[in-house]
């Protein structure tokens, strides 16, 4: 049995010449969609956009980078075509962030989804107009 954590788990495999090679093991399947969402880290709202979500956590890139450790509240509009819904789908997530790297002038930041919770169809049809 395999249990894994929502954190990523880091291998080191002896290679044929015992030399280690560092294998990165993910829970969860990640797939790339660019989303825009707006975050709330502890009051503060920041503009963002999704670059890959999974079942256990979303990468954001924006301009500014977070604490690790900080609590993330962020609503993301799937798309309802994609998902073969009749519409778009709102999802409210909880997370907390596990890493942030930079690259150019953007910051990655990976976090958790701790809990989400599908809105009702009136507000997702509302919020869309």
Known sequence: MVVCSKSD????????????IKTEVRCAV??????????????R????LTRNISASGVL????CPFLPGAEIRYSIRMPGQELGAPGDILVHCTGRLVRCTM???????AFTIDEYRFAHQETARLASQ
């Open 9 to 20: 788990i880091s291998l080191n495999v002896a290679g044929p010449d015992s030399v280690a």
């Open 30 to 43: 990640r797939f790339p969609i660019a989303l825009p969402a707006v975050l709330d880290v502890g009051g």
């Open 60 to 63: 954001f890139a924006a301009d």
């Open 103 to 109: 690259s150019g002038s953007q910051f990655f930041s």
């Open 45 to 48: 709202k920041v503009a963002a």
